[in-house]
């Protein structure tokens, strides 16, 4: 291998943000800490282990995302309810808060939308930080696991895995072709889920999720949403997924309306600003 004579000195430039973050539009955090604390549940579905379930949330309601019955990490995807081509966008998300997720952070909108589509407004995982390993929570690091990765490294044909679940649940809830209900499947944020990238080869890594039953994840929905969360055959991901090995628990998804008088004044964020000519005038 030929390295150069100033490999050290290139080698030691310092990283710069790519996004910096402090022009991105702040959540009115004060205003969604009043929603929450006067908020009054309207429905409550349950995402049974390796299965998914599909939800509303109408805009400026809370949804809660908990842990029940023992550590489970879930796949969550999020589309404009009433637009399936606006949909949760993982990478820019990545790009713009970094691997992992929390409160005061929001999931992001595909172009050419790209607006939040849902902000967290209280994590109980919110002490984890940045473990020894690089590890953290709730992360936009990881795809969704999938029967053909499965297949690739495996073989066989495991029809649990988040891919699929999410994939039959958003075909059952809009009656769509199951082939067609597939492509609107995207990039999750994985819930509850513990991961990072190892320094030494800088590969995906994932450990036992510290969530236990209680814990939970608060969004206020900034637009229409329809969700899915899949209850991930890997169970708190501490081994394997893509099989029934790991012991799976479910998840509970409720829906709160705001605090009466809470979101006077309030609408849901417009589309990017951008003039799509794209320098064709
Ligand atoms: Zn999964």
Redesign the pocket.
Known sequence: MDTPKDADARRAIAPVICYPNDTLPAPDMARYAQVRAGMSKISETIAPPREAACFEVPAGHVFRISSVEGPQ?G?LNLWNAHDLGERFYSGKTRALHGTHITTGERMWSSFPHLRPMATVIHDTLGWYGIDQYGGSVHDVIGT???PYTGNLLQGGHYHH???S?LTRALADHTRLPLAEAEGHVHD?L?VFMCTGFTRDTGQYFMKASPVRPGDHIDFVAEIDLLGAL?A???GD?GSE??SDVAPCHPLKIEVFAPAPGALDGWSSPPVNGYDRSHGRG
Do not use: E, L, Q
């Open positions: 990490v796949d969704r696991c999938d895995c988040c891919h679940n999750v994985n899949s991930c055959p890997g991901c997924h893509t």
